[in-house]
């Protein structure tokens, strides 16, 4: 018997309803949309990544039950990890050429009873629609653990059975328990919830027997029993289940016939389009040989997205391996030569004045070619100035800019293709030139979107600060790097289930403020990392206010909910009228505030109160400054704090603080030139800010 601990890195799923979600997962921009769209289409893919967010490695304090609360919380990366894992499997495993028919009969099974669970919910009002077509897209996944785990004995079972009911017989006798027992109680395990599971585990049960059942078990048990009719069915068969499907419809939820039979009807069109848009065909049975080029077409194109994916996998490591800038272009060639067969290609990269792209041809300190970034001088520069891949034929270069020209003989193509080479932020590195004959082109037109991919891994490794410091101090900035870049993964996925829920909301949900908030405060993150990444960069401008009164109100809108209000604690605004300017960096003033604001709200009982006071532009010895601060009125600042001056020390709140705050603040406020004193008692501290006016 299948244990239900059994992990789910073994389910089938067909190759066809695996390549979108790996597209999904290697667009420039990761769509998250589109990706968990893909995922729903297929029940193993959704077992696996609903098995791996609840387990003990990614679990976050509640269960994820949706596919959305599963790709916010497991990240990009290991979603495309699960993907390739299961592509690979798919490929090499035992299971999928033997039996593809049958995965066939279960993705259409599958796919119609989420549809029609989903479709039920709506009409009888269910409030969890989402919920409806998990359960109905993972109906089976009992049988597909059994058929991994144990297929010698359980594939004749299969073959031999003529419906669900003989089916369930059997697997009793064999295991003690049928399929969908045993599906329910791996959702069960894997925290999906007891309603989920039992919807699962009684979607074979007769009408009579669940009708005073969960709403969501009656769901799933109409939306089986209407669309159970897999294509090897007899007619009496076919009749017979019709019968108790329209039965079941009156039972469950007083539908007619005529209703039950329109909606079916849809679904069924609905999952054969979609069929057709993944080239699947549901026509052949499950005991039928598979000698159709459909799927052999869409294992050749797994494997050419397994194979890309590896590759990017490998030019990620050799492009880190390469400490300088020449280090990087060479690896960036040689990777692409290794690759992809091609020989001749140049790098342009942008100048630090953003104003013009330089290439080197020969080993030399200056570059051979420098183009100013202007429209028509080039098919270099219009393809950075456009963000488009531009292709040239030789026989059409001589109307050409004699550097383009130039360029075709460098390259000894005769055809030249150039790709924009932006970052993750779309910030433009340079442009990849490829040297290409026309055979080279027309082999690698196929594969342009994994040269698209090559391309942006290529431009985030030469956006890389070059290191300078001894070898120690590069391993410390190389770790740095690499956690900025893993950091940006989650934080991506959480601004994209920001986009979601804005766009689920409407424009006039009263919660649309605070998830702008959020959105807002994420970004800040994501520059506070870059400042870590690289600390003697010029801070990014973030287009924030250009008031400080604007600022203090932001800030105090997110430390009062967040903060204040749930500790019972006043938050008091003390503005100066004059509205006094902000010239120095936002991103810095709102850390300085958020360090402060929230010492100071973790330092007070409940009752306590916070001023924040911003004054007018005044002079203090001889410099134009704006004051600003921050008082509570809580105990004091314990004298060891005081005695440090701003010192890391080991803080006094307990567990979970790590007595950084002031530290930081103090830090932060010399970074942007400004003055930073404190007053502390019985009755409270006071924090004083100077901020430089420019």
């Not at 007891?194 to 585990?201: T, Y």
């Not at 936002?586 to 916070?610: F, M, P, S, W, Y």
């Not at 007595?659 to 103090?666: A, D, H, M």
Request: aromatic share 4%; charged share 25%; hydrophobic share 40%.
């Amino acid at each position: 018997m299948a244990s239900v601990n059994t992990a789910t890195e073994a389910l089938p799923s067909l190759p066809q309803a695996l390549i979108p979600v790996l597209d999904a997962t290697q667009t420039d921009e990761a769509d998250f949309q589109s990706l968990a769209r893909a995922i729903l289409q297929d029940a193993g893919m959704s077992g696996r990544l609903l098995q791996a967010a609840n387990s003990p490695f990614y679990y976050r304090g509640s269960p994820c039950r949706t596919i959305d609360r599963a790709l916010f919380s497991l990240g990009l990366d290991t979603v495309r990890s699960l993907a390739l894992t299961a592509a690979i499997q798919q490929l090499f495993g035992e299971f999928g050429p033997r039996h593809r028919g049958y995965l066939r009969v279960v993705w259409r099974r599958a796919l119609t009873t989420a549809n029609l669970a989903q479709a039920l919910s709506t009409l009888t009002r269910y409030p969890r629609p989402e919920e409806a077509y998990l359960a109905g897209l993972l109906i089976d996944i009992g049988r597909l653990m059994r058929l991994v785990e144990d297929e010698g004995h359980y594939w004749p079972i299969l073959q031999s059975a003529e419906d669900d009911a003989h089916l369930v017989i059997a697997e009793r006798d064999t295991y003690g328990q049928h399929y969908g027992e045993l599906g329910g109680e791996c959702l069960e395990t894997w925290g999906l919830g007891r309603f989920v599971a039992d919807a699962v585990r009684y979607h074979m049960e007769p009408a009579e027997r669940v009708r005073d059942a969960h709403h969501l078990v009656k769901l799933v048990n109409l939306a089986h029993a209407l669309g159970c009719l897999p294509p090897t069915l007899s007619a009496t068969a076919e009749a017979r289940c019709n019968e108790a499907a329209l039965a079941a419809a009156d039972t469950l939820f007083g539908l007619n016939e005529g209703l039950a039979r329109e909606l079916r009807g849809r679904v069924a069109e609905d999952v054969q389009r979609i069929a057709g848009s993944l080239e699947i065909d549901l026509e052949p049975s499950a005991t039928e040989p598979e000698p159709e080029s459909s799927d052999r077409t869409a294992e050749r194109a797994l494997g050419a997205r397994v194979r890309d994916l590896t590759e990017l996998e490998r030019v990620n490591g050799e492009l880190a391996r390469a400490a300088s800038l020449q280090e990087r272009c060479m690896a960036a060639r040689r990777t692409l030569f290794l690759t992809l067969g091609i020989s001749q290609s140049l790098l342009f990269l942008v100048d630090e004045d953003q104003e013009s792209v330089s290439a080197w041809v020969e080993d030399d300190e200056t570059p051979d070619f420098t183009l100013p970034l202007l429209p028509g001088r080039s098919l270099v520069t219009d393809t950075l100035l456009d963000r488009e891949i531009l292709r040239h034929e030789e026989e059409n270069a001589t109307g050409l800019p004699v550097i383009d020209q130039q360029l075709f003989r460098l390259c000894e193509a005769e055809r030249l293709w150039s790709f924009p080479m932006l970052t993750d932020g779309h910030q433009p590195t340079g442009v990849l030139i490829l040297g290409l004959t026309h055979r080279q082109a027309e082999e690698l037109e196929a594969r342009s979107d994994f040269i698209r991919s090559l391309t942006r891994e290529i431009a985030r490794a030469l956006s890389q600060p070059t290191p300078t410091a001894s070898p120690g101090d590069a391993e410390t900035a190389q770790r740095i790097r690499e956690t900025v870049h893993e950091a940006g993964n989650p934080l991506s996925i959480i601004q994209n289930y920001l986009g979601v829920l804005h766009h689920k909301l409407g424009e006039e949900h009263e919660a649309r403020h605070e998830l702008g908030l959020i959105k807002d405060e994420i970004d800040r993150v994501g520059r506070i990392l870059l400042r870590l990444r690289d600390p003697d960069a010029a801070p990014v401008d973030d287009a924030g206010p250009t008031s400080l009164n604007a600022l203090v109100r932001q800030v105090a809108d997110i430390v009062d909910g967040s903060l204040c209000r749930t500790r019972g604690i006043q938050l008091h605004l003390d503005l100066s009228p004059s509205d006094p300017p902000l010239s120095v960096p936002a991103d810095h003033v709102r850390q300085i505030l958020t360090n402060l604001l929230k010492n100071a709200a973790e330092a007070q009982a409940e009752g306590g109160e916070i001023t924040i006071a911003t004054r007018a532009p005044t002079t203090v010895n001889g410099r134009r400054v704006v004051p600003l601060s921050v008082a509570d009125k809580g105990p004091g600042l314990p004298p060891a704090v005081q005695a440090a001056a701003f010192s890391p020390v080991e803080s006094t709140k307990g567990p979970g603080h790590s007595g950084l705050g002031l530290s930081i603040v103090k830090r932060l406020t010399e970074e942007i030139g400004a003055t930073l004193t404190f007053t502390s008692g019985s009755a409270g501290t006071r924090f004083e800010i100077a901020l430089p006016l420019v």
